[in-house]
């Protein structure tokens, strides 16, 4: 199979290798120049992945007509609030059998559109083929192929079958759903959840509290994921639970990373400018606090990270105002 992966990242390069080793005409696209020519002379990627050789068979290219020539199949992993600029970007080279698997979580935070609603609404003209892929799985540990399980969720069964077939590895397990809505946007509020533990574990808090906040941060995005046409169940699976506990619990979490630093005092603006990838959920929690104003959709954790980020809220005050609420059934 001919798949092209847009976007030259962590998760993007992962993806990418696995598919080359899987022996697939697997091309990734890049934006820079200096990126291109370390993997094409060293096969390593030494910005997001150093220290892993990629497969020898994996193209590289900052040419978009030459990574789409020929492929029907198409991985998008840049980040989410950049995701209709690359479609965009790709319209004329995608075919009108082309499937698009999106492997971004979040929420477009202009439109408040999800990944699908971006993509239906940016590839109108050719009504492409949706998947999305989810769920608990750090690149560092995929492309060291330890054991992992995500979901693709496709409202096509036979591309879902075609891509479930193509990604799937020894190590690298891939369950299919056709709630795509569900698993988007476990996908997206598991990072808000996230920066909210960050925040418990950098205040010293134990486990009793990261506990809670995955429970409560697990209702809240049922609540707000059934508002918006996702099955309550597909959050108990991995794109809703799978995700968030290894979001809240792992130290490879970019977004519990933020919480902890903002725990720690640091500024937001800081922590961001010396990150090297993108934390989603800074930028999701901006669009959940929209959504829930306009859906009127109670979402106390989520309201307090967003206060935390944006109003410059003390951390701690944040933490009396959720345990001092009104008291109420669960």
Not at 8 to 37: C, F, P
Not at 245 to 260: A, E, F, M, Y
């Amino acid at each position: 199979m001919k798949i092209a992966v847009l976007g030259g990242g962590s998760w993007g390069t992962t993806l990418a290798d696995l598919l080359a080793k899987k022996g697939h005409d697997a091309r990734l696209w890049v934006r820079e120049q200096a990126v291109m020519n370390e993997i094409r002379t060293t096969r390593e990627n030494s910005w997001y992945l150093p220290g892993r050789k990629l497969a020898d068979n994996l193209e590289v290219s900052t040419d978009a007509a030459a990574v789409a020539d020929g492929v029907r199949h198409f991985v998008f992993a840049v980040p989410c609030q950049f995701i209709r600029n690359a479609y965009q970007r790709y319209l004329k080279y995608l075919p009108k059998n082309a499937v698009i698997i999106c492997a971004s979580k979040g929420i477009e935070l202009d439109s408040l559109m999800t990944m699908s609603q971006v993509c239906e609404d940016a590839l109108a003209a050719i009504k492409p083929r949706f998947a999305m892929l989810s769920g608990p799985s750090f690149a560092y540990e995929v492309i060291r192929e330890m054991p992992t399980a995500v979901t693709l969720a496709c409202k096509d069964k036979k591309a879902a079958k075609e891509v479930q077939e193509a990604l799937s590895t020894s190590y690298f397990r891939v369950y299919t759903s056709t709630d795509v809505r569900g698993v988007e946007l476990g996908g997206a509020i598991k990072n808000i959840i996230a920066i909210a533990a960050g925040v418990a574990d950098g205040l010293g808090f134990g486990g009793n509290a990261r506990a809670a906040l995955i429970t409560r941060g697990l209702s809240e995005m049922s609540r707000l994921g059934k508002a918006m046409g996702g099955e309550r169940q597909t959050f108990m699976g991995l794109s809703g639970m799978g995700d968030l506990v290894l979001t809240c619990t792992g130290d490879l979490s970019r977004n519990r990373q933020v919480g902890l630093r903002l725990a720690k005092g640091q500024k937001l603006l800081d922590i961001l400018a010396e990150m090297k990838m993108v934390a989603e959920g800074v930028k999701t929690t901006e669009a959940v606090h929209a959504l829930c104003g306009k859906l009127g959709i109670d979402m106390p954790l989520s309201e307090q990270v967003y206060a935390i980020l944006y109003k410059d809220k003390d951390p701690s005050e944040a933490v009396y105002e959720l345990m001092t609420r009104s008291l109420k059934d669960e």
